[in-house]
């Protein structure tokens, strides 16, 4: 497991395909209030109650100016099947090589019926307007989970 980058710390860049056939980079929204939270696999039921959650709070994020950034280890055609399939409206970063997964230490080991593997821990980053972590929520519980994170986004 990589160094966890903490509230305070400036947030590590990262540019990854997205399923619109576009590029999701952090250097591109510089100056502005970012989520970034990071989930294991498309079109799981956590995964897609999350994304579901996140997308219909956009029209609040976005009056904030805050983007959402969703990412995991799918690539850019799953996040695109999963986009369409579920009316998505927010940014879906596709992250198989593990660049920004890594960089946010959120590949952890986790286990399942008794079974370890390595996965993506779900975890969500709120970034300032100046790069620097506001937030970070580790080992995230997706009920009330983006009420919080737009409670957070409201008080910068």
Do not use: N
Request: proline share 6%.
């Amino acid at each position: 497991m990589t160094a966890q980058p903490a509230e305070g710390d400036t947030a590590p860049d990262f540019a990854l395909p997205d399923g619109a056939q576009g590029t999701v980079s952090l250097a591109d929204l510089a100056g502005k209030p970012v989520v970034v939270y990071f989930y294991p696999k498309d079109d799981t039921s956590g995964c897609t109650v999350e994304a579901k959650d996140f997308s219909a709070a956009k029209p609040e994020f976005d009056a904030l100016g805050v983007t959402v950034i969703g990412i995991s280890p799918d690539d850019a055609k799953s996040h695109a099947k999963f986009q369409a399939k579920h009316g998505l409206s927010i940014a879906l970063g596709a992250d198989p090589e593990r660049q920004a997964i890594e960089a946010y230490g959120v590949w952890a080991e986790k286990s399942m019926y008794g079974k370890t593997y390595m996965g993506v821990e779900r975890s969500t980053f709120l970034i300032d307007a100046s790069g620097r972590i506001a937030r970070v929520w580790r080992k995230v519980k997706v009920p009330g989970h983006v009420a919080e994170v737009l409670a957070a986004a409201r008080a910068l």
